[in-house]
């Protein structure tokens, strides 16, 4: 059975401060993993990750993938109140995608 | 721009009632999804659809069917609605993991259903 595992559950920060969060998996016939924010309503994209080693990054966010340990990073720099949420990793096999439990993340001002 | 149309949004239903969750997609995806959250639980697959005429069941199927109607359509039916249901339901789809390395291929998801059953 496929496994995707996040960690922490759940963390409170200040603004300011940089958060890593962490993805690990087991699965059969790994194609991506993604990574999506939620914040109470449905799930919005932030990053895909097909290849070891190549970091991908949008404004303060940022991802990485070892797909030789089999693990994911998402990093946040200089986190803003906006930036709590839930953040869900998820990674397709073949033909279906599962979600690990996601981190809950609060930024307090 | 409609993308993952989801339906209804909120719905009370009493232990034993039946209901189906409507969910339509307009960018011609291969595969479709049905999850449930729960708080701590992240999202948990109910069942997918790899193509039309294709399901599988995912990590809780107990409860629940599905009927991939056309490439399109993608519903979720609860026979005899139990507290344990009790949820919040979103569909999505995505092309198929796989088809083309050249663009993202995430799913997209439906504005969610909040079902409670009493």
């Known amino acids: 059975e496929d496994k995707v595992v996040q960690s922490p559950l759940s963390l409170v920060v200040h603004e300011g401060d940089t958060v890593t969060l962490n993805c690990s998996y087991e699965v059969t016939n790994f194609r991506s993993l993604l990574w999506y924010k939620q914040e109470k309503k449905a799930p919005t994209f932030l990053f895909m990750l097909?290849?070891?080693?190549i970091e991908k990054k949008s404004g303060r966010l940022s991802s990485i993938l070892d797909k030789k340990e089999l693990f994911s990073i998402l990093n946040i720099t200089a986190t803003q109140t906006g930036d709590s949420a839930v953040y869900l990793c998820?990674?397709?096999?073949?033909?279906?995608?599962?979600f690990g439990a996601g981190t809950t993340v609060t930024v307090r001002a | 721009n409609a993308g993952v149309t989801q339906t209804p949004k909120f719905q009370v239903l009493k232990t034993g009632q039946s209901m189906t969750l409507q969910c339509a997609q307009d960018?011609?995806?291969?595969?479709m999804y049905w999850y449930r959250q729960d708080p701590g639980m992240g999202l948990r697959l109910i069942y997918y659809s790899a193509s039309e005429g294709t399901t599988d069941k995912g990590e809780v199927p107990n409860g629940y069917n599905v009927s991939r109607l056309n490439k399109r359509e993608f519903s979720l039916r609860l026979e005899s609605a139990a507290p344990s249901q009790t949820s919040v339901y979103f569909c999505?789809?995505?092309?198929?993991?796989?088809?083309?390395?050249?663009?993202?291929?995430?799913?997209?998801f439906g504005q969610g259903t909040r079902l409670t059953v009493v």
């Open positions: 998820a990674v397709y096999t073949n033909y279906k995608l599962s």
């Open positions: 999505a789809s995505s092309e198929k993991p796989g088809t083309s390395f050249l663009r993202n291929t995430e799913a997209f």
């Open positions: 960018m011609n995806h291969n595969s």
């Open positions: 097909t290849s070891s080693g």
